[in-house]
């Protein structure tokens, strides 16, 4: 992580007067990094990469928060206003994307990026984070090929409309996936993000691993496997075949 270090602390370094007209790009061969950011007066950033073949989208200088996962209200430029869950990394001012090539694809257009910490302030008050967001195609595409990300994909289509659980308002979970704890690294806890495709039956194909945290835990990996055995219905039972859609899955895991 000596990598993001360092690029973290450009961003700490960056002052009111500093351009923030591109996206700045960083290639360390060394470290396996490919980087893009854009930094803030007071440590606040946002930054795409791909790091050991793993893609992120990430902001940085927000209110610490402890644990893994942290709530926020979420706006980029005329969007309605959505509660999301993102990672917490190893910094706790960092706040990590569940969805992290679906909304680099989106901040690549520039604009604005609008995001909201409920009962962050030193008195419970609510912070505002707003991010004025250069347009930079080339700059984020570089990261997104860096890690074998399309550059554009129509499954953005279908994901922009999802809500926080992950499946159309038509569909329900008639057997979550369900799958084992990742071998290698020892991590007590972790977690993963995949798309999929519904079939008509219910089973899922196509499965996409969108991110995973820790990035070397092989949670990603577990999360495609559980898939396997995930099965989804019409909420309507009277209709039997499920439509062809893209759906989102977050799995959770920990060590008991």
Request: charged share 25%.
């Amino acid at each position: 992580m000596k990598a993001l270090a360092a690029i973290l602390a450009v961003v700490a370094m960056t002052t009111a007067a500093q351009d923030t007209s591109d996206w700045e790009v960083i290639v360390d061969p060394d470290e396996d990094l490919t980087a893009a950011f854009v930094a803030y007066e007071g440590g606040r950033g946002v930054l795409a990469r791909c790091k050991d073949e793993s893609f992120h989208l990430l902001v940085t200088g927000l209110a610490p928060e402890e644990g893994v996962t942290r709530q926020m209200r979420v706006r980029f430029q005329d969007d309605d206003w959505g509660q999301q869950s993102w990672f917490v990394g190893e910094e706790a001012q960092t706040a990590f994307s569940y969805m992290p090539a679906f909304y680099a694809r989106r901040l690549r257009e520039g604009g604005t990026l609008d995001i909201i910490v409920s009962e962050a302030g030193p008195n419970g008050e609510n912070l505002r984070y707003v991010f004025e967001i250069p347009a930079s195609a080339s700059a984020v595409n570089q990261t997104l090929e860096a890690c074998g990300k399309p550059v554009d994909d129509p499954r953005d289509v279908f994901l922009e409309d999802l809500p926080e659980n992950g499946l159309p308002v038509n569909l329900e979970w008639a057997r979550q996936p369900s799958g084992s704890y990742p071998m290698g690294p020892t991590y007590t806890r972790g977690v993963a993000v995949v798309s999929c495709l519904t079939q008509p039956d219910g089973r899922l194909r196509e499965c996409v691993v969108e991110t995973e945290w820790p990035a070397d835990g092989g949670f990603g990996q577990a999360a495609l496997r559980a898939t396997r055995s995930g099965r989804l219905r019409n909420v309507d039972r009277s209709v039997t075949e499920v439509p062809t859609v893209i759906i989102s899955w977050t799995t959770n895991f920990r060590m008991e």
